[in-house]
Structures are given as structure tokens and as C-alpha cells.
């Protein structure tokens, strides 16, 4: 069988205010409009982190010797631990694109029969190979990956990660490489759901 993938999204490219284009039509991205819930946790999230950046600057200005104290630019060191939640959270989204793509290009069968290689890190080594037992668990049959889906009714649009039949059932699901799942995460499948694409294929591959 075919797997179902959009290799052409018509994604503008003007940050996290763009649009996905169909027909001359703007579609508002699901990502963007789920990205409005509340996140409560982050505030202490990026005060730990701010505070571990200090720390680590400051171990690292006195080299370990408590009689050594550098010239201190104080402008320099507050701007360096403020962007210490942002470096650290697109890093963190730079590994989760690599496994990502990793992932689809290894289901679409655009690389070799191996997943994990020598190019990757350790850290997105542990997460391919959890990605292989969930495989070998659940033996999905693959129906879709990395198709974007709109609904013309609402206005939205967006690109799913996958879409595979395990045992009777047609099921949406997407990879995540965090620790824990964001709070967004069921309004995303949600929305995705209730594409008209989507809804086909569910409804069509369901046993």
C-alpha cells in the first residue's frame, strides 16, 4: 500500500504567523491557534533555568577558584541568562524535528533498513529506538505520515504525523520527544481529526 504524504505544504515563511495556502486561500495553522492555551508551568520552567544559566556562568567566570573574579559586565551577564529558556527550548525543538524527519523519511522508505545510524546523538539514538519497540509492540500498519489536512468549514490547517490501522482500528497519532506531553496536544489531534481528508481516512480504514 501507498502511504499518504505531502511533500509541497504551500506554507508561507514569515514565522509563527503564517498560513498554510490552498487555492489562493489562507488556512490558520492548528499549531498556532492551539498554541494560545495556558501554560502555567513554564514560568517556574524558565526562572529554573535563568537560575541554572547563572550559575553556570558564574562557576565558570571564577574557574572553580573562589579568589579569581574576572571583570564583571553585568548588562552582558543578565542578557545571556534571560535568553537561557529560549536557547534552551529550540535546541530541545531542533532534536525533535531531527527525530521527526528521521522517523518519516524511515516509514516512507526514503533511507536505508537501519534507523538508528552514527550521525546521531545518543539522546536521539534512546528516542528512535523507543520509537522501534512502540513499532515492534503495536505493528502499525502505516496509512499516513506528514500529510497536511484542511477544513474548508472552520478555516484551519495543519500537518499530521501519522495515521496507521493497529489491529481494527484507524488511528491519528503524533510523536513526541519531551519528557511530557504538551496540554495542547489533544485539541491538535483533535483539530486533526476533524479535517476532511482526515475524517475520510479514518472512516474509510477502520475496520
Known amino acids: 500500500m501507498t502511504i499518504l504524504t505531502t511533500t509541497d505544504?504551500?506554507?508561507?515563511?514569515?514565522?509563527?504567523?503564517?498560513?498554510?495556502?490552498?487555492?489562493?486561500?489562507?488556512?490558520?495553522?492548528?499549531?498556532?491557534?492551539?498554541?494560545v492555551t495556558p501554560k502555567p508551568w513554564l514560568v517556574p520552567w524558565a526562572a529554573k533555568r535563568t537560575a541554572e544559566t547563572a550559575a553556570d556562568m558564574i562557576e565558570?567566570?571564577?574557574?572553580?577558584?573562589?579568589?579569581?573574579?574576572?571583570?564583571f559586565d553585568r548588562e552582558a551577564f543578565i542578557k545571556e541568562?534571560?535568553?537561557a529558556p529560549n536557547k534552551y527550548r529550540d535546541e530541545r525543538a531542533d532534536v525533535g524535528t531531527r527525530v521527526h524527519r528521521k522517523i518519516a523519511d524511515y516509514i516512507l522508505g526514503r533511507t536505508g533498513p537501519n534507523l538508528v545510524d552514527p550521525l546521531v546523538t545518543d539522546e536521539e539514538s534512546r528516542m528512535l529506538q523507543q520509537f522501534l519497540a512502540w513499532r515492534d509492540k503495536y505493528q502499525p500498519e502505516w496509512l499516513a505520515v506528514e500529510l497536511t489536512v484542511f477544513n474548508e468549514a472552520d478555516g484551519y490547517a495543519g500537518t499530521l504525523d501519522w495515521i496507521?490501522?493497529?489491529?481494527?482500528?484507524?488511528?491519528?497519532?503524533?510523536?513526541?520527544?519531551?519528557?511530557?506531553v504538551p496540554v495542547e496536544t489533544p485539541l491538535q489531534l483533535y483539530a486533526y481529526a476533524y479535517a476532511e481528508r482526515t475524517r475520510w481516512w479514518l472512516n474509510s480504514y477502520a475496520v
Do not use: W
Not at 565558570?60 to 571583570?71: E, F, Q, R, W
Open 9 to 35: 505544504r504551500q506554507m508561507c515563511s514569515h514565522g509563527p504567523e503564517c498560513h498554510y495556502v490552498k487555492d489562493g486561500r489562507q488556512y490558520d495553522r492548528v499549531t498556532r491557534i492551539t498554541s
Open 60 to 71: 565558570t567566570a571564577l574557574g572553580g577558584k573562589s579568589n579569581l573574579v574576572p571583570p
Open 164 to 180: 496507521a490501522r493497529i489491529g481494527k482500528e484507524a488511528v491519528l497519532g503524533d510523536f513526541k520527544t519531551g519528557k511530557y
Open 81 to 83: 541568562a534571560k535568553a
